[in-house]
Structures are given as structure tokens and as C-alpha cells.
């Protein structure tokens, strides 16, 4: 409403007004956002290539767990660029200014270090040991490893540097998840056994409030797994670690028992998008959940070949024929499937324990 006798307007007093730009302008502050974040990808590829080539060849010794699987290998690479752009994304998007950014790309390229590694002498026989822990040792190792320092200082610069490697040291260890989900289970599992040990417990911290450092990667980390490459991944761990292996051959058994065939690949696959919804589901930040749920719904789209590990070998690249190519070995998996026969199965258990509990009464 305009009042033009009392010479200003109670519109103007009242109301306040609200921007709303064109299509326009937002396809170009769009396209101007997109070119940043491909420029800033471009620079810290080549910038911090050292330190990216020093995790890869990390991953790559023969003492690594990832070397002994071609698949574990390749997924560890690619989750580790994955992390790396959608940090770089993520980043950008939230305005981090300058050294916020260095930092949490540092933190992307760092935070799986030791996800290869054997367990020290002390944790030794503990299974899945590395799994919890990898957060905590890779941060200790940027503390101590010279030539992981000097390739900080070099990238880093030497101004504060001490504090810079504290953040991207808090960043890491707070990157471990889901929780609650998979890795609460897992976790639960290797403190078990190190109480028996009298060793002290692993904890897993959560970011800080305001640690935009530690939110973007553990989100990052979090939407990696939920991806279909993240499927992937979880899905070559399960196919080539014995403990995992087992677990999808139980459950296999278990399902069998009630007459509902369920291959150990669709196993696997249950238990990748489990993990995948925990993801989402540990993430406070609720764009970040909606941004971790739409590349869940594309990975539902995604169809996923489960190719198992020989038992009591080492290299998957030792068990294909000769001239057979290993895409095509292996067998198909969908999620749909998957979850069509888990429903079976629940239907078909809650069948028994009612039939179960007539024949008590009879």
C-alpha cells in the first residue's frame, strides 16, 4: 500500500523489501560459481601433486591390504578424488576463504593415509583393527613423518604452520562414520577386544560446531560412500576381506534356511546401501543430508558386479583366465533385488515366530 500524502510509503516501512534476481543473473552467478570451483580443482591437482602421488604410491606397496585386491586398489583412488572434488565443491560454497580451503584439501587428501596399513605389533590379531583406527594414525603420522612435514610446510607455507596441521589433524580424526551404523559396529567389535588386551578404547570425536574443516570433509566423506563409486568401494571390501566374506556367506545361509535365495554379492550390496543411509543419517547439516540423498537416489539407478577374492589368495588379478577380462567376470547385483528378498525374509521370519508361538500355546 502507497500513502502519498504522508511523503513516504508505508509499504517501504511496513514491508521490507526482498530481492528475488532474475533467471539471468542466476545462471551467471552460476556459471561463475562452476568456473571457480574447475579453476581451484585444476590448481590443487598440480599443486599438491606430491603429496596426492605420496598417498597413492602408499597405497600401491606390497605391505598395503588395498594392493592385495585390483579392486580395493582402484576404489581407494577414486574415493580418495572424489573426497578431494567434492571438498574443493563444498568448500567454495560455504565461502571458505583462502587458508580454510588449503586446509580442508590438505585434510581430503590426507585422511585416508593409512587405510592400507597392517596394525602395530600391539594391536596385532585384532580384526579390523586399521578399519577405527585410520582416522587417528594418518593424524599422528602428519605430526611426526618428516617427509609428510616438509610437504606441508612447502604447500602450506611456514606461517602458523603448526596450527595449521592441528586443524587438519582435528579434521581428520573426526571424519570416522557412520555412527550410529556400520562402523558403531565395527568399532564396538575392536574395543572388545582391546578391553581383553587391557589396551585403552578408540573413541571417535565428532567436528566441532563451526569447524567448517571438519564438516565439509566428514560430509564429503559421508556423500562419497553414499555414491555409487562409495557402493562400489564397500562393495570390494566385502568381496575380498575374509570377515567381510564371511559375514555375506552367513547371511546367505540364514536366508536359505526360510527358502529365500540370496547370493553373497546381494549380501554385500544390503550392507553398502545400510551404510549409505547411516551416512546420511549421522549428517546434522540438513542441505547436507538432502545433498547426500540425491546421490543415493541415483545410486538405487546403479546395477553393481560383485567379484569375490579366491580364498587363501592374494591378488584378485591371480584367479582370471587367461584373456578373460575381469569386467566381465563376477555377478550382477541390484539394490531392488536385494531389498525385495530382505523384505521376503522379515515377512517370512515373522511367519515362523508366530507359527512357533501357536505351537506353544497348542
Given at each position: 500500500m502507497f500513502n502519498f500524502e504522508g511523503g513516504r510509503s508505508e509499504f517501504l516501512e511496513n514491508e521490507p523489501f526482498e530481492y528475488s534476481p532474475s533467471p539471468e543473473v542466476i545462471n551467471e552467478e552460476e556459471d561463475n560459481l562452476g568456473e571457480m570451483i574447475r579453476l581451484e580443482k585444476n590448481e590443487v591437482k598440480e599443486k599438491f601433486a606430491d603429496m596426492i602421488d605420496y598417498v597413492g604410491r602408499r597405497y600401491e606397496s606390497p605391505d598395503s591390504t588395498l594392493s592385495q585386491s585390483e579392486e580395493q586398489l582402484k576404489a581407494f583412488k577414486e574415493h580418495n578424488e572424489q573426497i578431494l572434488d567434492k571438498c574443493i565443491e563444498q568448500g567454495i560454497k560455504r565461502g571458505l576463504n583462502e587458508d580454510e580451503l588449503a586446509k580442508l584439501e590438505v585434510s581430503a587428501i590426507l585422511h585416508d593415509l593409512s587405510k592400507g596399513d597392517t596394525p602395530p605389533k600391539w594391536a596385532a590379531g585384532i580384526g579390523n583393527f586399521t578399519l577405527v583406527y585410520h582416522g587417528e594414525s594418518a593424524a599422528e603420522e602428519i605430526g611426526s613423518n618428516e617427509k609428510l612435514q616438509q610437504l606441508l610446510k612447502d604447500e602450506l607455507g611456514e606461517d602458523d604452520l603448526e596450527d595449521k596441521v592441528a586443524h587438519i589433524q582435528r579434521a581428520i580424526r573426526s571424519h570416522m562414520g557412520p555412527h550410529p551404523g556400520f562402523m558403531s559396529d565395527?568399532?564396538?567389535?575392536v574395543n572388545e577386544e582391546l578391553k581383553e588386551k587391557g589396551l585403552d578404547q578408540i573413541e571417535h570425536s565428532r567436528p566441532k560446531e563451526g569447524d567448517q574443516v571438519a564438516e565439509v570433509l566428514l560430509a564429503a566423506d559421508m556423500y562419497s560412500l553414499a555414491s555409487s563409486k562409495g557402493i562400489r568401494k564397500v562393495m570390494a571390501i566385502r568381496s575380498a576381506v575374509p570377515f567381510f566374506k564371511q559375514q555375506d556367506k552367513d547371511l546367505s545361509t540364514e536366508y536359505a534356511e526360510l527358502g529365500i535365495e540370496l547370493n553373497p554379492g546381494e549380501a554385500a550390496i544390503l550392507s553398502a546401501f545400510d551404510s549409505a543411509y547411516a551416512a546420511r543419517d549421522?549428517?546434522?547439516?540438513?542441505?547436507?543430508?538432502?545433498?547426500?540423498?540425491?546421490?543415493?537416489?541415483?545410486?538405487?539407478?546403479?546395477?553393481?558386479?560383485?567379484?569375490?577374492?579366491?580364498?587363501?589368495?592374494?591378488?584378485?588379478?591371480?584367479?582370471?583366465?587367461?584373456?578373460?577380462?575381469?569386467?566381465?567376470?563376477?555377478?550382477?547385483?541390484?539394490?531392488?533385488?536385494?531389498?525385495?528378498?530382505?523384505?521376503?525374509?522379515?515377512?517370512?521370519?515373522?511367519?515362523?515366530?508366530?507359527?512357533?508361538?501357536?505351537?506353544?500355546?497348542?
Amino acid at each position: 500500500m502507497f500513502n502519498f500524502e504522508g511523503g513516504r510509503s508505508e509499504f517501504l516501512e511496513n514491508e521490507p523489501f526482498e530481492y528475488s534476481p532474475s533467471p539471468e543473473v542466476i545462471n551467471e552467478e552460476e556459471d561463475n560459481l562452476g568456473e571457480m570451483i574447475r579453476l581451484e580443482k585444476n590448481e590443487v591437482k598440480e599443486k599438491f601433486a606430491d603429496m596426492i602421488d605420496y598417498v597413492g604410491r602408499r597405497y600401491e606397496s606390497p605391505d598395503s591390504t588395498l594392493s592385495q585386491s585390483e579392486e580395493q586398489l582402484k576404489a581407494f583412488k577414486e574415493h580418495n578424488e572424489q573426497i578431494l572434488d567434492k571438498c574443493i565443491e563444498q568448500g567454495i560454497k560455504r565461502g571458505l576463504n583462502e587458508d580454510e580451503l588449503a586446509k580442508l584439501e590438505v585434510s581430503a587428501i590426507l585422511h585416508d593415509l593409512s587405510k592400507g596399513d597392517t596394525p602395530p605389533k600391539w594391536a596385532a590379531g585384532i580384526g579390523n583393527f586399521t578399519l577405527v583406527y585410520h582416522g587417528e594414525s594418518a593424524a599422528e603420522e602428519i605430526g611426526s613423518n618428516e617427509k609428510l612435514q616438509q610437504l606441508l610446510k612447502d604447500e602450506l607455507g611456514e606461517d602458523d604452520l603448526e596450527d595449521k596441521v592441528a586443524h587438519i589433524q582435528r579434521a581428520i580424526r573426526s571424519h570416522m562414520g557412520p555412527h550410529p551404523g556400520f562402523m558403531s559396529d565395527v568399532l564396538g567389535m575392536v574395543n572388545e577386544e582391546l578391553k581383553e588386551k587391557g589396551l585403552d578404547q578408540i573413541e571417535h570425536s565428532r567436528p566441532k560446531e563451526g569447524d567448517q574443516v571438519a564438516e565439509v570433509l566428514l560430509a564429503a566423506d559421508m556423500y562419497s560412500l553414499a555414491s555409487s563409486k562409495g557402493i562400489r568401494k564397500v562393495m570390494a571390501i566385502r568381496s575380498a576381506v575374509p570377515f567381510f566374506k564371511q559375514q555375506d556367506k552367513d547371511l546367505s545361509t540364514e536366508y536359505a534356511e526360510l527358502g529365500i535365495e540370496l547370493n553373497p554379492g546381494e549380501a554385500a550390496i544390503l550392507s553398502a546401501f545400510d551404510s549409505a543411509y547411516a551416512a546420511r543419517d549421522m549428517i546434522q547439516n540438513n542441505d547436507d543430508k538432502e545433498w547426500i540423498q540425491s546421490t543415493i537416489d541415483k545410486s538405487v539407478e546403479s546395477k553393481y558386479r560383485y567379484n569375490p577374492l579366491d580364498d587363501g589368495d592374494r591378488r584378485i588379478s591371480g584367479h582370471v583366465p587367461e584373456g578373460c577380462d575381469r569386467r566381465q567376470t563376477g555377478i550382477m547385483v541390484s539394490i531392488e533385488e536385494a531389498q525385495q528378498k530382505r523384505k521376503q525374509f522379515e515377512d517370512a521370519k515373522k511367519s515362523r515366530e508366530a507359527l512357533e508361538k501357536i505351537q506353544e500355546i497348542v
